[in-house]
């Protein structure tokens, strides 16, 4: 009997060593193709959202850049410079003062904030007067761009103090 039992066992070793049959390969092959794409959708999402913060940090820049130039600007008792001005801007006079490069939603821009490249950001302010305080002015500066069929903004506030 433990030759038999010695006999089953090298026959059921070689058995087992045939190797794996076609369905067992195409299952697997199956299993690591959905794998394999779920791993390329996260690269694509990835990427795409690598993309937005981009955009998102370069608006956040443009929007800093206008608000610290527009701070600069003369605001005393005497003396308002246009661009500090109660209202929408720019107008025509921050175009001609080299602040933008067109008149309200004409202000359309690079990512340096010039007109050389591929121009989708849009930056225009508005100055409120006596806001939050008397001799203040309360500026909005805001920053919109297009991206896969959505328009997406940034609004930036700053306070410029008479002086």
């Known amino acids: 009997m433990k030759m038999k039992s010695s ?12 190797g794996l049959t076609l ?13 394999l794409l779920g791993v390329a959708l996260m690269q694509v999402t990835s ?3 690598g993309m937005f913060g981009r955009e998102m940090a370069v608006s956040t820049t443009l929007g800093q850049d206008i608000l610290e130039k527009l701070r600069t600007l003369e605001y005393t008792s005497l003396n308002t410079d246009n661009a500090l001005l109660s209202g929408s801007h720019p107008d025509s006079t921050d175009v001609s ?18 007109t050389t490249g591929p121009l989708i950001y849009t930056r225009t302010w508005t100055v409120t007067d006596n806001t939050p305080a008397a001799n203040m002015k309360t500026i909005t500066v805001t920053i919109s761009w297009t991206a896969k ?15």
Do not use: P
Not at 7 to 18: A, P, Y
Not at 23 to 35: F, M
Not at 149 to 163: D, Q
């Open 7 to 18: 006999k089953f066992k090298v026959q059921s070793l070689k058995l087992r060593n045939k």
């Open 23 to 35: 369905i067992e390969v195409l299952i697997a092959l199956t299993i690591l193709s959905i794998g």
């Open 47 to 49: 990427i795409s959202g």
């Open 97 to 114: 003062d080299g602040l933008a490069v067109g008149a309200d939603s004409a202000n359309i821009t690079d990512e340096r904030g010039q």
């Open 149 to 163: 069929g959505a328009v997406h903004s940034i609004i930036m506030t700053g306070v410029k103090v008479r002086s």
